[in-house]
């Protein structure tokens, strides 16, 4: 005969081995399963297309950060190198002629405490000019806006070191994706 201690020993040991199947069943099918999705960065690009041109994007800002036009216009020089298959060229009769300036940079308080700014913000304006030299209906000027957000105890130069990588970087993703994505 099987005691109460026996039957209460083997019912745990029953509800406990059930858990541990249902977790190695889940584990099971978690490893096994994939969810597979993808983001295609770039619109179908039509084939006759086969060239680009960036041209220097100058800095008509009131406050001229030195080196934001150079890093911008070599910095979507080699995304468009990197994710396209087009070919860059110096020629006037580039497919897609890409120009432009920085029209915006400045500096607002966006928090304060007390009596002194806690945070500031920088805009980064880009006013973009896109040709296709193809097909003059996708001809397109657009504005571009980034802000950044710093702490008010930095100076500017502080941020704009700081900040460097991250203005470049989201701003060449912008005019990329503003050229070659359906968004």
Not at 10 to 37: D, M
Not at 99 to 122: D, F, H, K, M, P
């Amino acid at each position: 005969m099987i005691s109460i201690k026996q039957m209460t020993t083997l019912t745990e040991f029953k509800r406990r081995f059930k858990h541990i199947i249902i977790l190695v069943t889940i584990l099971s099918i978690g490893n096994y399963a994939t969810c597979k999705y993808s983001f295609k960065d770039t619109s179908p690009i039509p084939v006759e297309v086969k060239t680009f041109r960036v041209n220097y994007i100058e800095n008509k800002a009131e406050y001229v950060n030195t080196q934001l036009s150079p890093q911008i216009t070599e910095k979507l020089k080699q995304k468009i190198i990197n994710t396209t298959r087009l070919q860059q060229t110096n020629s006037d009769e580039a497919h897609y002629d890409i120009s432009g300036y920085v029209s915006q940079y400045y500096t607002s308080t966006i928090s304060i405490s007390g009596t002194s700014a806690n945070g500031n913000r920088l805009t980064v304006g880009v006013h973009l000019i896109f040709k296709n030299n193809l097909d003059e209906k996708k001809n397109f000027e657009a504005d571009i806006q980034r802000t950044f957000d710093f702490d008010a105890n930095l100076s500017l130069s502080q941020a704009e070191s700081s900040l460097n990588e991250e203005m470049i970087k989201n701003i060449v993703d912008e005019i990329f994706n503003k050229i070659f994505s359906n968004w």
